[in-house]
């Protein structure tokens, strides 16, 4: 199946500060990506959509100033949290679509964030 | 509001029985309802999806069943095994876009 990565798979960092997550599509064009939020034994929830070139959409009660997404290419989406505070600590999993239908879209192995 | 309920919470199955995990949704515009398998610290996984046209497929091991009338679909995972334990999430979507996921279902399969 068709592969999509995250890096870092882990971060540690100090509340304040700012974190990039990026997530890439290794062998295909995305043209659409995902980037959901997942708390410890809790269910994925979605926190944006954005298609490559456009600016996201963010599902409600997410910060847009917060959760910064920017989708520079087909094949990569980077989400930053800024002035990151340890509620932000959690899994970030992106996917990422290359067609129409919903079974071409595929999940990240995720990043764990710890804000201290 | 959960679009999508599922249930056991958790579940623990012995060796080569049968591990059944079930969904209901109200959004009756749902056309795709996948289920993902997720290990610790790693995304999900497709498993199996079905449309609401079907009220079956089956891939190996593991089946769904859907019932369009009742809103609820489940997962069958048949002769289970200790590499079955995992989280199970069901979910549904429509126009492809936005998936609403279940809670999950924590699987312990025995040896």
């Known amino acids: 199946g068709a592969v999509v990565s995250q890096h870092p798979s882990w971060v540690i960092c100090k509340s304040g500060t700012s974190v990039k997550i990026e997530c890439r599509s290794l062998?295909?064009?995305?043209?659409?990506m995902f980037w959901y939020r997942q708390f410890p034994k809790q269910s994925l929830m979605l926190m944006a959509t954005s298609n490559e070139g456009s600016k996201a959409t963010y599902e409600q009660g997410v910060e847009k100033d917060k959760f910064l997404i920017n989708h520079a290419s087909l094949t990569l989406s980077t989400l930053t949290v800024t002035s990151a505070h340890p509620e932000d600590s959690s899994f970030y999993i992106c996917s990422a679509r290359f067609g129409p239908s919903p079974d071409t879209q595929y999940f990240g192995p995720g990043t764990r964030l710890t804000v201290l | 509001q959960q679009q999508v309920k599922q249930s056991p919470q958790s579940l623990i199955v012995q060796k080569g029985g049968i591990s059944i995990i079930n969904c209901a949704y109200e959004?009756?515009?749902?056309?795709?309802f996948p289920w993902y398998q997720q290990f610790p610290g790693k995304g999900p996984a497709l498993l199996i999806a079905i449309r609401p046209d079907v009220s079956e497929k089956k891939e190996g091991r593991f089946t769904i069943s859907f019932n369009k009338s009742a809103k609820q679909f489940s997962l069958h995972i048949m002769d289970s095994q200790p590499g079955d334990s995992a989280t199970y999430f069901c979910a549904a979507s429509y126009t492809g876009n936005q998936f609403y996921f279940g809670t999950g279902t924590s699987l312990t399969v025995i040896p």
């Open positions: 062998d295909f064009q995305a043209t659409t």
């Open positions: 959004n009756t515009a749902f056309d795709y």
